[in-house]
């Protein structure tokens, strides 16, 4: 049986990627941010959400002890974090300058794989954070990698539909076309390595695409025939396109998220259906087990996260789940993020002490309510006041000390209790605004929207900007642009006006 355990709301676009470490969940969005939270109580930590990225981030992975996060994003970067103390310790830029869709650590985080828009793959030595290699496929995007249990070989899916495998050296030692018909979506190794019959080594790999379905490949090294893939499984439990896939920590069970909204979970080894979810209001986007505890986490493009509990306690090598976590699915399941309201402005001093309690906020209410805050003034606080006025996240060096945890504490405070405020500010555009009055590129109301090449309407400074600076690729689509020209969307600008006028 699976119970829903809880709903993180913290992201205000689409929810791109979930990842698990030992401690710590960590989910990435449109939104251009990434939150962390405890992994225990799913409680978001002081230094979330992390903000480096200057477009929608696309996917993220933890390296092996979870003491680093990766995140790649549309502005063609791939940024590593510190998750001691959610400090940027590198930024890697991806060869072309191509948007990257994908990365991921080798299982003993020697190495670090991204994947371009432009089909380039960039293999970086993580310990040195330089480059080593790159390669390419070429007329199509890279979405898809995953490094095989012994660190040595790596997989790449793409939008052409290929999985193709690489060593090290970026030698492309295999390749199987049209794995997936309208392109691989997702893919990842089981943890566990295995031994064929005729003693050769060998790899459970799992995939999905557009084509709707998850098949389980068995990848066989071969001492004289080199490679050899064979498929095990065709998956047929969803209706649509299928956007993620991963394996629990022990190989046994495998997920998969759809555009059918669902989510389902399969005995990997024998390819049976067990359970389907129907929680999302929309697309299914990511997927993830924790390896830690028998906890699956799903993220859609309705903005949540889902984290489910296999009450059976399978997925996590047996072992059960924390009690903060178990306290949370007692208590009624669904943690949000929000207040309901009608305008903030019109809060009352009680109104805006609720409101805190609900965003687990806990730790500035005394300070608050001492200083008697309305919605009015709530609204008008900045970094500045709450640090001068409320003295949340005061400085009083310059500089820290390593040790100098408190005062750092403070810091993520003040940040997280300044990006709930903006979220309220942002609440009418991101509840209540029309997906097609946005650009798809910075998810901001357009001001003066104009069509591309591609038939896509898009804010004239973004896509001017992202042609001057990306391949000239579609930023919807991947595919070439044939022509630069921007054409106002005039009918489009009046409708938005209208819209803003009546708000």
Not at 2 to 27: E, I, K, P, W
Not at 415 to 424: F, G, H, N
Request: proline share 4%; aromatic share 6%.
């Amino acid at each position: 049986m699976v119970s829903l355990v809880c709903t993180l709301r913290s992201h205000q676009d689409d929810v791109n990627c979930c990842a698990f470490s030992g401690a710590l969940l960590a989910t990435c969005s449109a939104d251009k941010s990434i939150c962390v939270y405890s992994a225990r109580d799913f409680s978001e930590l002081p230094f979330s959400p992390l903000s480096g990225h200057g477009y929608g981030v696309h996917y993220c992975c933890f390296s092996a002890c979870g003491q680093y996060l990766a995140s790649c994003s549309t502005d063609a970067t791939t940024v590593v974090w510190s998750m001691d103390t959610g400090e940027i310790e590198a930024v890697l830029e991806h060869p072309g300058r191509s948007p990257v869709r994908v990365c991921a650590f080798s299982p003993d985080s020697s190495f670090l794989v991204s994947g371009g828009s432009d089909g380039t793959i960039a293999l970086w030595d993580f310990t040195s954070r330089t480059l080593l290699r790159t390669g390419a496929v070429t007329d199509t995007s890279i979405v898809a990698c995953s490094f095989t249990p012994c660190a040595q070989l790596f997989i790449t899916g793409s939008t052409y539909g290929d999985l193709r495998l690489w060593d090290l050296n970026m030698n492309h030692l295999h390749a199987e076309k049209n794995a997936h018909d309208l392109g691989v979506s997702c893919c990842q190794f089981a943890p566990q390595i295995m031994k064929g019959t005729d003693g050769c080594v060998q790899f459970r790999l799992a995939s999905c695409g557009q084509d709707s379905l998850v098949k389980i490949w068995i990848v066989s090294l071969l001492s004289a025939a080199g490679i050899k893939m064979q498929l095990a499984h065709t998956l047929t439990g969803q209706s649509a396109p299928i956007l993620s896939c991963a394996y629990s920590a022990d190989g046994q069970m495998l997920v998969s998220g759809s555009v059918d909204k669902t989510v389902t979970v399969y005995q990997a080894n024998e390819g049976v259906l067990l359970y389907t979810l129907n929680q999302h209001d929309r697309y299914v986007t990511a997927c993830a087990f924790s390896p830690t505890a028998p906890l699956i986490a799903t993220g859609s493009m309705d903005k949540t996260v889902n984290i489910w509990m296999l009450e059976d306690g399978s997925g996590a090598q047996g072992k059960s789940l924390p009690d903060e976590a178990a306290s949370v699915l007692s208590s009624g399941g669904r943690k949000s993020s929000g207040h309901s309201r009608l305008m903030v402005s019109e809060w009352s001093e009680e109104d805006v002490l609720a409101w805190l309690r609900e965003e687990g906020l806990e730790a500035v209410i005394d300070m608050f309510k001492s200083n008697n805050i309305d919605g009015e003034e709530l609204l008008s606080l900045t970094k500045e006041t709450l640090s001068s006025e409320l003295h949340i996240g005061a400085q009083h060096h310059r500089t820290f000390l390593p040790q100098d945890k408190k005062s750092k504490e403070s810091l993520g405070l003040r940040c997280k209790v300044m990006k709930k405020i903006e979220e309220l500010k942002m609440a009418p555009v991101s509840n209540g605004t029309p997906d097609e009055y946005l650009c798809p590129i910075t998810r901001e109301i357009m001001k003066d929207p104009v069509i591309a090449a591609d038939g896509y309407s898009y804010e004239r400074e973004a896509i001017e900007s992202w042609i001057n600076t990306k391949s000239r690729t579609s930023p919807m689509t991947n595919l070439p642009l044939q022509t630069t020209l921007l054409t106002p969307n005039r009918t489009l600008k009046m409708a938005i006006l209208r819209w803003t006028t009546c708000q």
